[in-house]
């Protein structure tokens, strides 16, 4: 027989809790509440309602929806290109509501390094590789002399393995090559965040394969924090955490843990997925769940000392 817990049960639960510290203290980058309403031909169009975001420094995350999910905008944001309508957004202690243009503009050249999914729009078609990646840090107004920007350059041309590409121009290279040489560009001024719009679309899974394996090496050995935005599960699969926004908010998300085998020694990555709880208590169920149990409208609640029970309305059934 189930019992349903005391005031006392549950308050004796929440002290685990009520020490939390504030939310996103400890978040590189953090997203509250954040809004975003466009208006064309006097339609208004909310592309963000209401997403909560906290990504911690050194993680390497896949923001993954639809199109239309608001995953762009959110992405726009973050790189300084847009401009929330409500709620908090903050990337390294810089607050992306207040900032004034020129505070905008040394925040895109310095804070975050940016991949747009067009290959072609990532380097200068004129200047070899070594150039593309010198000229953020001369745009940056970097003190340092040219030599040292050009070591800095060949160290990342070598990490990300396209060192034989450095006095090519991006027509000499392939596109696997132009997207490698692009991260070193985002990479140059050292950035706390590096952010990518579909960098594997327009490869095949030969050549993305080697892309993800670049953004690993930035994130591993760099420990720059690094958010990939896809439409793709299977990107999805190649980092330890995926968020995915539905409806202008996060809705689920999968966290990938290693498991050692007691038996074995071998390790394995172990999938689970999480429904995001947001700060006004809402819920968004995957649609598959809700599908497969006709669940709509409205569900049936029951709170259990652990856990919440949730079931399909059946207050109408005979």
Known sequence: MTTNPTLTDLAHKATRFRDRPAYG???????????RIFTTDGVEVQALQGLDLLVREGELLALVGASGSGKSTLMNILAGLDT??????????????????KD??????RTVGFVWQQTSRNLLPYLTATQNITLPMQLSGSRARRRAHTERALELLELLEVADCRDRRPHQMSG???Q????????????????????????????????????????????TTIVIVTHDQAVAGEVRRAVAIRDGRTSTEVLRRSQVDAATGD????AR????????????????YTEALGMRDRVALELEPDHIGVWPDDSERD
Do not use: W
């Open 176 to 178: 696997g090559q132009q």
């Open 273 to 288: 997925e999480y429904a995001m709880l947001d700060r006004a208590g809402r819920l968004q169920l995957p649609k598959e």
């Open 84 to 101: 929330p309508t409500a709620g908090a957004a903050r990337v390294a202690g810089h607050d992306l509501l207040t900032m004034t243009a």
């Open 180 to 223: 490698r040489v692009a991260i070193a560009v985002a990479l140059a001024n050292s950035p706390a965040v590096l952010l990518a719009d579909e960098p594997t679309g327009e490869l095949d899974s030969q050549t993305a394969e080697q892309i993800f394996a670049a953004f690993r090496t930035a994130n591993e050995q760099l420990g």
């Open 267 to 270: 390790e394995t990555l172990v």
């Open 104 to 109: 905008r503009l040394a925040y895109r050249r």
């Open 25 to 35: 203290h400890d978040a590189l980058i953090t997203c509250d509440r954040l809004v």
